[in-house]
């Protein structure tokens, strides 16, 4: 049975973050913004009201929600401020390998840890010459004993500047490529350790991304969440799965905000005599973006539900990844045409959602990767057609079923060349195709159908 009504806890959940996100959050984003700083206080207060770390098991002291739990959350902290959003639920990404992995003294070493005190956990695979490639980092981990020794830069870490810890992908040999990659988690106060200056960003300013750099860190062999050889990577990409249905709540989120701002001011602005938004035009635009915003919301909830049940959720998470972000921006874009001359302006919001939405189609894999994922799920067996093959589609003509009814459907026969389509009757294929010329092999009997 399929139900989309929510449950009161989910509902409990989903007030809560938005009285939070109204309240904390949308009253400093555009300060911030201007400043180019992560207000740090936020997400202490986001920790303190119990809204992060939400996925930790119950079995570590977390809370223990599922990913359509999370999705509802963090809907309303984008609606409010994208990047405070992005800062906001990154402990859930730095969490997540922890949480997957077979790792466990380091599950009870760090994540009652991350309940019981304000911490911050980054999470960290790209690097300045590597982003989609996962498979092609450079970052080194060289085994010493049980342990290993990690040197090179990681790039583009969320709240890396203010981190406690960070889920580390590496490799042990780049030119062993994916068998090379192993996860780990870094202590950011560990010798050889350094932190370099943040990184100055178009959109998304509200949150703090920078650069690591590791020289000659010893990385404890208890703190190896999945070594090479294959587990390392099949963590970091079964990471993001289960992370990726969030980018498209900040979608959402973000794109309903202005979908509601464009809709707020075509009612208010008045030309020709009348509001903005009794013009055709402007119906239709706005008609869409409500469209849009709904879809995507169900395509967040599909690939977070694959996740809570324990299904493989890659298929979804990535559809639901580029749909929603490239949504989003359409909406976002269409609000501030809505508003004209002053949509261009930072008086109003719309212009900070749009470059805050416009970073969700590059992160965490660009949309271009999701596609790349999606057509090689479907070329693997992840879509089971329903259809036949064109092979064995009969085209067959209203004389063929009566001659077959007739005949008791023994000897009308329909030939179908495999080459061109060509659609041939008779006891026997014809020794040559007349349209394609191809020979009497290329005929396929398909009906009467076995």
């Keep these: 049975m399929v139900n989309f009504d929510l449950s009161e806890t989910q509902l409990a959940y989903q007030k809560k973050a938005r009285e939070f996100a109204q309240k904390e959050i949308l009253p400093v984003a555009w300060y911030f913004d201007e400043k180019d700083q992560m207000p740090l206080y936020i997400l202490k207060r986001a920790y303190e009201e119990g809204l992060t770390n939400v996925g930790i098991p119950k079995k570590y002291g977390g809370q223990g929600l599922g990913m359509l739990d999370t999705s509802l959350m963090v ?13 906001i639920f990154d402990n859930g990404l730095g969490e997540e390998p922890l949480i997957l992995s077979d790792n466990e003294v380091a599950k009870e070493k760090y994540l009652p840890e991350l309940i019981n005190n304000f911490k911050l956990i980054s999470f960290a695979t790209s690097e300045t010459g590597m982003g989609s490639d996962v498979a092609g980092m450079r970052c080194k981990a060289t085994p010493d004993g049980q342990d290993y020794i990690l040197n090179g830069t990681k790039y583009w870490v969320t709240n890396g500047g203010y981190a406690d810890y960070a889920s580390i992908f590496a490799t042990t040999n780049p030119k062993e490529r994916h068998k090379g990659i192993l996860g780990m988690v870094v202590d950011m106060k ?15 300013r509200c949150s703090n991304t920078v650069a690591v750099k590791f020289d000659n860190v010893r990385v404890p062999s208890e703190n190896i969440l999945a070594r090479e050889g294959g ?19 900040f979608a959402v989120g973000a794109a309903r905000s202005a979908m509601e701002f464009g809709m707020q ?13 009794m013009f055709e035009g402007i119906q239709f635009k706005i008609a869409e973006m409500f469209q849009k915003v709904e879809t995507s919301r169900l395509m967040v909830w599909r690939s977070a539900w694959e996740a809570d049940e324990g299904r493989d959720c890659t298929l979804w998470a990535s559809m639901a990844k580029f749909y929603t972000t490239e949504a989003a921006f359409e909406v976002a874009n269409d609000a501030l045409q809505i ?50 093959s064109l092979d064995d589609l009969p085209r067959l003509r209203a004389e063929d079923i009566e001659d077959a009814a007739r005949q008791g459907m023994r000897e009308q026969i329909v030939w179908r060349c495999k080459v061109c389509g060509h659609i041939h009757n008779g006891t026997e294929p014809p020794e040559e195709c007349p349209v394609c010329r191809m020979k009497k092999g290329a005929f396929k009997k398909v009906w009467p159908q076995q």
């Design 75 to 87: 809907e309303e902290f984008a609606s409010c401020g994208p990047g405070l959003a992005t800062s």
């Design 265 to 277: 001011y075509a009612m208010k602005r008045k030309a020709f005599g009348q509001p903005i938004g």
């Design 190 to 204: 560990w010798d050889g350790v350094s932190v370099e200056k943040h990184i100055p960003k178009m959109g998304q």
């Design 231 to 249: 587990p390392g990577f099949e963590l970091g990409m079964k990471t993001f799965s289960h992370t990726r249905p969030m980018i498209g709540a």
């Design 339 to 388: 508003l004209g001359g002053y949509g261009y302006t930072k008086y109003f919001p719309v212009e900070k959602l749009l470059r805050d939405i416009r970073l969700l189609q590059i992160y965490e894999g660009t949309n271009q990767i999701q596609r790349l994922v999606v057509i090689k799920s479907l070329m693997k067996g992840g879509f089971t057609p329903i259809m036949p």
